[in-house]
DNA sequence: AATAGACAGTTACGTTTGAAACCATATTGA
DNA sequence: TCAATATGGTTTCAAACGTAACTGTCTATT
């Protein structure tokens, strides 16, 4: 710890972009040898698979991702026919997305590498690792939810 | 969930990846909007305000930072002067890092606002909240540690 | 010694990113 | 009813990024 009063190892912003980092990359690295994604558009298509149906703006309220982000993510996806978009409601400016039967099929299998890396966390980490972990999140989903208010 | 068993919620790389982005976002916008310092440069100025004297290698495994992020960061804070570089010991591909005086001033100006966003998070987040994510945090640190071995 | 491989760090290059400007549509309020 | 302003989503452009290829140095094998 410095003079100041100021530890980094201590620093929760620090440690916690530490381990997503380290946690991510080494999931990124399978769906992306696999399937060819980026980390938006597996993202995008976890929150549509898993979600159903949301709007751009939906999608990066809940993941936390910059509206440019999902806007390629969306186009990307749609490219590959996974999505389809429709502008039902009455405003026109809000797309509604949603995948496709090929989309809902690709989701499910990168799911499944999403269930073993799961797998693989959980042993890695522990149960009282995971239960903690898991505890820790929920304080901040609350304070996210809380901020947006 | 899904009918497949996969639950994005659950789901703890999204989980982290969500939760330490946002955490990240709004304390990387003070200290861009204060010392126009980016994700990586600060990242190192602290690794090095805290630790004292690393390689860039050091750098790059302690924080989980890409070597050319840190080789670009090492290049930027040598033009503000804040490091210094040197050739010492026997291995010559090894440079040793160093904040220079004006480094370690700088580092403690940030260090203040790392600290008044602590403070802030610890209310955000409630102290039971600090401690589980802490605790688990800990059993990420571990099996990074493990991995690498 | 000489050669091959490993490793620290940088650079070149194509890709991804985000801030800001933009377009189209909605809403507000004068 | 017509500005003025807000909002959903896209595009532009410069900056940041990561892969792969590079330089220079070290280590191991012969």
Do not use: C
């Amino acid at each position: 710890m410095d003079a100041d009063g100021f530890d980094l190892e201590q620093f929760l912003p620090f440690r916690l972009n530490r381990a997503a980092e380290f946690i991510a990359l080494r999931f990124a690295a399978s769906y992306r040898a696999q399937y060819g994604l980026t980390r938006p558009e597996w993202r995008t298509l976890a929150a549509l698979g898993s979600s159903g149906r949301m709007t751009a703006t939906e999608i990066g309220v809940h993941s936390t991702m910059h509206k440019t982000k999902v806007s390629r993510a969306v186009f990307a996806l749609e490219e590959r026919r996974w999505l389809k978009r429709s502008r039902n409601g009455g405003d026109r400016r809000v797309e509604q997305l949603e995948l496709t039967p090929a989309g809902v099929a690709a989701y499910g299998e990168v799911a499944g590498l999403a269930r073993a890396y799961d797998a693989e966390l959980a042993e890695l980490l522990g149960e009282e690792g995971i239960e903690a972990l898991s505890l820790g999140l929920s304080a901040v989903e609350r304070a996210i939810a809380s901020r947006r208010a």
